[in-house]
């Protein structure tokens, strides 16, 4: 079943398969997914090549030192490239060793005050250094647990949602189904089973509303490339109501929608016709209801 | 080739069904905190990663720091991962296009760092030449899927580049190219069909 509405969504598909809709366009989208099979059906279609996209990006070799940093600094087995500051701190360290390098102010008796000082302040430094090498960290891993949850959700979201429209949307056919064969106002249409297929048997009903069923059993599995086509029998010649597939019983439940243009009751038939319908029939007619 | 053979293609990569299994070994190795996990893992993947963060930040050093960040999070999160779900390669590659686009977007509040449309589409035809240096053997639906693009007229594939490698929204391809949204819609969504039929037949 579609939207009525389909049309002014015409498009939006390809856009929400590729991630191209901002949230709002995004979220009338979804509920526009949930009425309409058509959308459903494209997105379905189309969702395995927006995300075969990653993989259309050439591979390239990456250098051989990156490797070295990503193992290094992922597992943490060596030198931790947390502490970024390292290397500044040594070259402090060996320049304030350096005795060519004395500050004038410092008298000689207090050199040795002066060390000690020095070294419970590159103590503290190194303390903490190390310190938000860790806090660093512990806010990189959060971040990231963060992003991987928001990604899988993302995926998870597109992939509900896609499946969810589709249930919806059965739910909605069948309601309607309900309605209509629950109306007080259903009218019927009986097709009997041609010679090709004497079991086949199948009924049309439709509302006031012009709202119509067509329910069949017994039908003959289709030989492959071939395919039901359901026709509005009119003075004039036959109109093509609607193409239709038993399942593996042999049953069908579908929705046929009626142009204004068709008047009801109408005889109504099914020929097989080749995969994807034709204009007028061709093939051996399987059922016939005839209207007195 | 059969739908179904592409999606289980694109999600794989190039690797096989044995790949697969061992990927799967190998992620659960990586869950228990074993080191050469991820060395077997980045061994495997990196070349995918790599090609896909230098395709969106087309710069070296802004490629290696999302590599960095992509298999740290593999580290980190191993353990979260569901390999019922999606595919090993599938899963690096998604995590690689979230952080590429974020880097993206941090750099281009600095000025004059963010190439031009025209500049990026000079640079972004795929290079085969550069698979063949590298020895990388690809995947059927991958090559075909790269030469298809290839073959998109320049705005169908220009829209579907932006929106896939910068992760913008149709408004944003439409200032970027210049172009009404009402045409960028018709050219994304002409242009994956394309790409769906050169790929499915």
């Not at chain 1, 039908?219 to 026709?231: E, F, I, K, R, S």
């Not at chain 2, 960095?68 to 019922?84: I, N």
């Not at chain 2, 963010?114 to 698979?131: G, I, K, M, S």
């Amino acid at each position: 079943m579609s939207d009525p509405q389909h049309e002014q969504y015409e498009g939006l598909a390809a856009l929400y398969a590729m991630g191209a809709l901002n949230a709002r366009e995004r979220t009338v989208f979804e509920s526009h997914l949930e009425i309409c099979r058509t959308c459903v059906d494209e997105v379905t279609a189309l969702l395995p090549v927006s995300h075969g996209l990653a993989h259309a990006a050439p591979p390239v070799e990456p250098p051989e030192a990156l490797r070295v940093r990503v193992l290094q600094s992922v597992t943490g087995e060596t030198e931790s490239p947390l502490v970024p500051n390292r290397e500044t701190m040594d070259d402090m360290l060996t320049a304030v060793e350096e005795p060519e390098a004395p500050t004038v102010h410092v008298e000689e008796p207090a050199r040795s005050g002066a060390g000690t000082l020095f070294w419970l302040a590159a103590t503290l430094l190194l303390a903490a250094a190390g310190a938000i090498g860790w806090y660093v960290a512990e806010l990189d891993r959060r971040v990231t647990d963060l992003r991987a949850t928001v990604d899988a959700a993302n995926a998870l979201t597109v992939r509900a949602n896609t499946s969810l429209a589709q249930a919806r949307t059965q739910a909605n056919e069948r309601n309607v189904v309900l309605n209509i064969l629950a109306g007080a106002d259903v009218e019927r249409l009986e097709l009997d089973g041609q010679p090709i297929a004497p079991r086949a048997r199948a009924r049309v009903l439709w509302d006031s509303d012009r709202r119509m069923v067509f329910l069949a059993s017994d039908v003959p599995a289709l030989a492959a490339g071939d395919v039901y086509q359901l026709w509005f029998v009119l003075p004039d010649g036959p109109a093509s109501a609607a193409l239709v597939e038993p399942d593996a019983a042999g049953s069908v439940t579908t929705l046929v929608e009626v142009p204004d243009t068709i008047p009801l009751p109408v005889t109504m038939a099914v020929t097989v016709e080749p995969d994807g319908g034709m204009p007028a029939p061709t093939g051996d007619i399987y059922l016939l209801g005839q209207v007195n | 080739m059969l739908l179904g053979a592409l999606i289980d293609d694109a999600g794989n990569g190039a690797s096989s069904p044995a790949e697969r299994v061992r990927d799967r070994e190998t992620m659960q190795r990586l869950a228990e905190g074993d080191a050469s996990a991820l060395a077997a893992i980045f061994d495997r993947h990196a070349r995918a990663v790599f090609g896909l963060a230098l395709r969106v930040l087309e710069d070296q050093g802004d490629a290696e720091d999302v590599v960095e960040a992509v298999f740290a999070q593999a580290w980190s999160q191993a353990r979260r991962y569901d390999a019922d779900r999606d595919p090993v390669s599938a899963w690096l590659l998604t995590i690689t296009r979230s952080r590429a686009i974020d880097r993206l977007r941090t750099r281009q509040t600095r000025p004059n760092t963010a190439p031009t449309a025209t500049e990026r589409a000079l640079v972004e035809l795929p290079d085969t030449a550069l698979a063949v240096d590298h020895l990388v053997v690809l995947a059927e639906s991958a090559t075909r899927l790269r030469q298809a693009l290839t073959t998109l007229p320049y705005l169908q594939r220009m829209a579907i580049e932006l929106a896939y490698c910068e992760g913008l929204t149709q408004t944003e391809i439409a200032a970027r190219l210049e172009q009404p949204p009402g045409t960028i819609k018709t050219r994304i969504r002409t242009g994956l069909h394309r790409l769906r039929e050169t790929l499915t037949e």
